[in-house]
Nanobody
Framework: QVRLVESGGGLVKIGGSLRLSCTAS????????VGWFRQAPGKERAFIAA????????SYGVSVKGRFAISRDAAKNTVYLQMDELNFDDATVYYC????????????????????WGQGTQVTVAT
């Protein structure tokens, strides 16, 4: 069982930046692919970014490509989502998700692929 805890959400001005963190316990992120998703009220959970177990491969949703960056720090057992140039469309709840990966290069973009989910962290964008 993997428990995921997101942090780093909060209030930011439009055009500003935030960095979200996702930490696993008691399991480490070794051999685990991680993804970030977000869900606005009344909408389906949407793919934002994913990173392979090795950290060498990643993928981004169209709406955030070029503005967001996913990374992982094995020593800190944490996966990050750096979010820059935030706009009102980015304001919602963000979730990290994890799945055991057979291959170090695998990453996943579909919500139903993931086994474990965090509780979510709210991002609010204001003028």
């Amino acid at each position: 069982q993997v428990r995921l805890v997101e942090s780093g959400g909060g209030l930011v001005k439009i055009g500003g930046s935030l960095r979200l963190s996702c930490t696993a316990s008691p399991h480490t992120f070794s051999k685990i692919a991680v993804g970030w998703f977000r869900q606005a009220p009344g909408k389906e959970r949407a793919f934002i970014a994913a990173i392979s177990w090795s950290g060498r491969r990643n993928s981004y949703g169209v709406s955030v490509k070029g503005r967001f960056a996913i990374s992982r720090d094995a020593a800190k057992n944490t996966v990050y989502l750096q979010m820059d140039e935030l706009n009102f469309d980015d304001a919602t709840v963000y979730y990290c998700a994890a799945k055991e990966a057979e291959n170090s290069a695998d990453f996943y973009v579909r919500t139903r692929t993931y086994n474990y989910w965090g509780q979510g962290t709210q991002v609010t964008v204001a003028t």
